[in-house]
């Protein structure tokens, strides 16, 4: 089974410090990985994705993330937080069997000014 | 247009009502998905509609009963709820492909009375 863990519940950091949120995955085969934000009553917001390639992703909003192969990590990274980034953020692997995504528990980002 | 439009925002029911939960997006997306969000929890998968017909349905009792009735719409129908269901109801769609990312819609918030 294909699954993704986001170890920590809660991650705060001050205003302008990097951030980051991590991301470990359990998947046969090549896994396709994925960063969701969402704000309070909203819905999920893609920010970037891994499928092949570079290790060093991309995505929204400054945020980037880098695959492990060998540790078998996603973890997002920002250079300098925002208390606008204050979120909740999902990793997700791709169910390449049912085409769904699989959902971490979901880490609270809090940033302080 | 990345966009995925779900209506209505917020539903209260009772539990003797039938109501239904809309969804749309006009991005040519075959894949189209209903998850159900609890409060600080990650999305869990309910149904999948690929290319209008249903895929996926993850053990969802059958007083959720949902549709498709064409490429561009889905719904979701709800009769005889119990307030356990009181959740975030989010819609999402996909091109359908393994390495594509997901377009969430923003919820339609429900409770159940």
């Known amino acids: 089974a294909q699954s993704v863990a986001q170890p920590e519940d809660q991650v705060k950091v001050a205003e302008g410090n990097p951030l980051t949120v991590k991301c470990t995955y359990s998947?046969?085969?090549?896994?396709?990985l994925f960063w969701y934000v969402q704000y309070p009553n909203r819905g999920l917001q893609f920010l970037l994705k891994?499928?092949?390639?570079?290790?060093l992703v991309k995505g929204s909003y400054g945020f980037e993330a880098e695959f492990n192969k060998s540790q078998t990590s996603f973890h997002l990274k920002k250079p300098s937080a925002l208390v606008s980034d204050s979120a909740l953020y999902f990793c997700?692997?791709?169910?390449?069997?049912?085409?769904?995504?699989?959902f971490g528990k979901g880490t609270k980002l809090s940033v302080k000014p | 247009d990345t966009e995925v439009t779900q209506t209505p925002k917020h539903l209260v029911m009772g539990m003797t009502n039938k109501k239904s939960l809309k969804c749309e997006q006009h991005m040519g997306h075959r894949a189209m998905y209903w998850y159900k969000q609890k409060a600080k929890k990650p999305p869990e998968l309910m149904f999948v509609y690929s290319y209008e017909k249903l895929s996926i349905n993850e053990s969802v009792p059958s007083r959720f009963s949902p549709e498709c009735p064409n490429s561009s719409l889905l719904n979701l129908h709800l009769h005889a709820l119990q307030p356990e269901d009181s959740a975030l109801y989010l819609c999402?769609?996909?091109?359908?492909?393994?390495?594509?990312?997901?377009?969430f819609g923003q919820g339609t918030r429900l409770t159940v009375v």
């Open positions: 997700a692997v791709r169910d390449r069997a049912q085409g769904n995504l699989i």
């Open positions: 998947v046969s085969g090549n896994p396709y």
């Open positions: 891994y499928i092949t390639g570079d290790n």
């Open positions: 999402a769609s996909s091109q359908g492909r393994g390495d594509t990312e997901a377009f």
